[in-house]
């Protein structure tokens, strides 16, 4: 693969950046032709940023797409500045990543900045990848989005994050600790598939307290079923309490192999490695439509018990 | 209706954790081990094997799966699990992660005996039972017969005497049998009676890799899920229909297989019918499996060939020739043919489908080995627009309108239409517009294998031709058959060319023209 070409163009203008972009395509060889979303990030952090850009870069060979970075420069200065960096090819695989720092009276209106560089016709996808508005939805970049992605995981106080998401909620939202249970969720779904085909009474869900992926899991059940969910600071598991029988799916906090038991039965073990947040977002790009089933997890934590 | 397939009543169980609006959530298939018959053979070792890491590595098989390898090897369960991770290594698709190989690893297992050993039948079926009880494997079975049909009934036999072939209560069985499934209608309907005999019908899946292909799933998508293309999909403003699946390669080492069979019967009886089935069907009401099936019988009834068949097939066979730089020899001169095979390697019919929508429009399916390149496709030719406001000299290059699902390679979908040349004159030349998997969809597809065999251990029966759907092929094509056994032999042509004269002969008594693929 061709080495990756960063353009860097300091204090500059959309109209200069779009042109750099059509330059680098014909250089590169890339087409807009087979993008199939844009991306918007809206990181707070630098740490953040490169983390999320490799993200975007990963899940975009699934979903070929522009990523669009927005920044906030240096929002005190006196004058409106743009600053922008281009990356296409190499790492950055199926995507072209254009980096917008926004300085000055400018760092209120990302929206007006980012607009020239959305692709036609196709979805755009806003993602917070720390730091999310309370309302996704009625942030200026939010509005211009179809997905509006945020991760509580990141988030100060992971819990806190997640429970907020509910009143903010629009139709459209996700948070990536949702995508990140999806396989805990599949494999409980399929053991419970399996006969004695009794209700489930009632579930208990353990693990770190700051991983709010539990959270949403445990709402997720108590949205689901008739009887009490209990979320515990401890081990990493999930049990499911049926009239003869408990499915329990655990994991060692840093494992790589869960275990799937069930009384009177033999285990097994899975591997079920923590999903990393390229692997998440691949998975959230993957569907456009309102998320019913996140919306009801949601409301679902307040049913859930704390222990 | 098929217990598989029927709706789920009211009263049924229902899992409170499944919601059909719940998209993420993968289809994880439940306990249950894969008994493969014929382990050592090409299909099980390239194909089958690969395809279940696959699937393990996409986290979509059951943490209790278990493998058993079935085969005269002297062979003990360490041995064929260094030959699965082998199999694993070389051919699966997906990266190769210890973490999964480890929890495959530990169900591999394997039973050593011949197809006719009453006892090592009573070994394997032991081997499930302890499956079941150590790993829990749940007394759910699949029987993947990657063995030449003559062995099938030795086989199916055993499975019934060992009582493997019964599912216990709240457990499935199922068999799954590659092509040929017969030669004629007369051996497809004993192969199915021999296969019935043991798995009732709902419990046989017949796997025809083509149908578990992204790109002929997708003719469904774009016939029904779109408004664009179906007022167009009729005999008003389609032309003809040119199904094509053309293979570089030639049969040396195959001959035990493919001499006497022949192009047709390997290739046209099944996968390029289903692609006719596919194109013409009409919309089914629903995507339920017994739906689908509905439609495709009933475009299968409606289709047969055109008549006469001397003027509407043809047949060939290669002889030596270039291919692509390298000599190459004919198949008289292929390893394990006779120096007077009459086996066609290059068939070609015209069918004709009795409905409203097809009436007149016929549809040329062809397929070849030693051709020009490797290429499966679906072309829709248009008819000519009625009237043309240009003089003659400006539509010279002009073509006829195309669709083209390009099934494979560089799978996707082409249109080919007229478009204005830039320049101070109207001339109109075909311009191409093109639609890629490759760059809309970066990731890359599932292996067909992968998506087929995930469907039989979820007894989801839509991707798989039900025993009406085999016969009906064979009744279509038999005619030709029997005409082309009654006379002479298979026209000769050059190794990496598109097909012998006669296949063009017979498009162009009616002034049409195969495309070039």
């Given amino acids: 693969m061709a080495a990756a070409v960063i353009v860097e163009l300091p204090d500059t203008s959309t109209n200069e950046i779009n042109k750099k972009l059509d330059e680098l395509r014909e250089k590169v060889g890339a087409v807009t032709l087979g993008r199939v979303l844009t991306l918007v990030i809206a990181p707070d952090s630098e740490t953040i940023l490169e983390e999320s850009i490799e993200a975007a870069n990963a899940a975009s060979h699934e979903h070929p797409s522009r990523v669009i970075v927005v920044m906030t420069g240096d929002a005190d200065a006196a004058e409106a500045r743009l600053d922008a960096q281009l990356r296409a090819g190499g790492d950055s695989g199926a995507t072209e990543v254009v980096v917008l720092r926004l300085s000055g009276p400018l760092a209120g209106h990302c929206s007006s900045v980012v607009v020239p560089f959305l692709l036609p016709d196709i979805p755009v996808v806003a993602w917070w990848p720390d730091v999310a508005p309370r309302v996704p939805a009625q942030d200026p970049l939010g509005q211009l989005a179809v997905r509006r992605i945020t991760d509580a995981t990141n988030g100060a106080d992971p819990l806190a994050c997640i429970k907020s998401r509910l009143p903010g909620y629009t139709p459209g939202d996700t948070d990536l600790a949702w995508s990140r249970i999806t396989y805990w969720r599949a494999l409980l779904t399929m053991a419970i598939d399996l006969p004695p085909h009794e209700p489930i009474t009632s579930a208990l869900v353990s693990g770190l307290k700051t991983e709010p992926a539990l959270d949403v899991l445990a709402g997720w059940l108590a949205s689901r079923i008739d009887g009490p969910v209990r979320r515990a600071v401890g081990e990493l598991k999930v049990e499911l309490v049926r009239n003869s029988e408990t499915v329990t799916l655990s994991r060692p906090q840093d494992g790589m192999t869960a275990t799937l038991s069930r009384t009177a039965r033999p285990a097994a073990l899975v591997p079920l490695p923590r999903r990393e947040t390229r692997e998440c977002l691949a998975e959230d790009l993957r569907r456009l439509d309102p998320d019913a089933i996140y919306f009801s997890a949601l409301e679902g934590i307040d049913r859930v018990e704390y222990v | ?517």
Wanted: net charge negative; hydrophobic share 40%.
């Fill in chain 2, 1 to 517: 209706m098929s217990p598989a397939g029927s709706r789920p009543g009211a009263g049924q169980w229902q899992n409170p954790l499944r919601d059909k609006r719940d998209k993420r959530l993968p289809r994880i298939a439940g306990p249950c081990a894969v008994v493969i018959f014929g382990v050592t053979g090409d299909l099980a070792r390239k194909k089958v094997v690969p395809a279940i890491y696959d699937l393990a590595n996409r986290g979509l098989l059951p943490p209790t799966f278990a493998l058993v390898g079935f085969g005269r090897r002297d062979w003990d369960d360490e041995a064929f699990s260094n030959e699965v991770y082998q199999l694993v290594k070389e051919h699966s698709r997906t990266p190769f992660r210890q973490v999964i190989w480890d929890r495959l690893a530990e169900g591999c297992r394997f039973v050593q005996g011949n197809f006719d050993d009453e006892s090592a039948f009573a070994r394997l079926a032991e081997t499930l039972d302890k499956l079941d009880a150590e790993r829990g494997t749940g007394g759910n079975h699949g029987f993947y017969l990657a063995i030449p049909p003559k062995s099938f009934p030795a086989v199916l036999e055993q499975l019934d005497k060992a009582g493997l072939a019964k599912p216990q209560d709240g457990s499935w069985r199922r068999v799954v049998i590659e092509k040929p499934f017969g030669h004629d209608l007369d051996s497809a309907r004993k192969l199915n009676k021999v296969v019935n005999n043991v798995f009732p019908e709902e419990s046989v899946f017949r796997i025809d890799h083509y149908l578990g292909k992204e790109t002929v799933q997708n003719i469904m998508a774009l016939r029904f899920a779109n408004q664009l293309f179906d007022p167009i999909w009729n005999a008003h403003y389609v032309d003809h229909v040119q199904i094509t699946m053309a293979e570089d390669i030639g049969l040396g080492g195959r001959a035990g297989y493919y001499d006497g069979i022949g192009a047709a019967r390997d290739v046209i009886q099944n996968h390029l019918m289903q692609l006719l089935a596919l194109t013409a069907m009409e919309e089914p009401v629903s995507f339920h499996p017994s739906e689908l099936q509905t439609e495709k019988i009933k475009v299968l009834s409606a289709t047969q060939l055109a008549e006469p068949l001397d003027e509407t097939s043809s047949r060939g066979q290669y002889s030596a020739g270039w291919q692509g730089g390298e000599h190459v020899v004919g198949l008289l001169g292929e390893e394990g043919f006779s120096k007077d095979s009459t086996t066609e390697t290059f068939a070609a019919i015209t069918l004709e489908v009795d409905s409203r929508r097809w009436a007149g429009v016929p549809f040329y399916l062809r397929t070849g080995k030693r051709l020009g390149r490797r290429v499966t496709e679906i072309a829709l030719v248009f008819k000519r627009a009625p009237h043309l406001p240009f003089d003659a000299t400006m539509t010279d290059e002009l073509g006829a309108n195309a669709l083209v699902i390009r099934v494979q390679p560089d799978e996707g979908i082409t249109l080919r239409f007229g478009s204005k040349v830039p320049g101070s004159t109207m001339e109109v030349r075909d311009v191409n517009m093109d639609f890629s998997y490759g760059s809309a969809f970066a990731e890359e597809s599932p292996e067909a294998y992968e998506r087929l065999i995930l469907d039989v251990l979820l007894g989801e029966p839509s991707l798989f031709p039900v025993n009406e759907e085999v016969e009906l092929s064979w009744e279509i094509l038999d005619p030709a058959l029997d005409n082309w056994a009654e006379h002479g032999k298979p026209e000769p042509y050059e190794a990496g060319t598109w097909g012998p004269a006669s296949s063009f002969e017979m498009l162009r008594r009616t002034g049409r023209e195969w495309r070039r693929p």
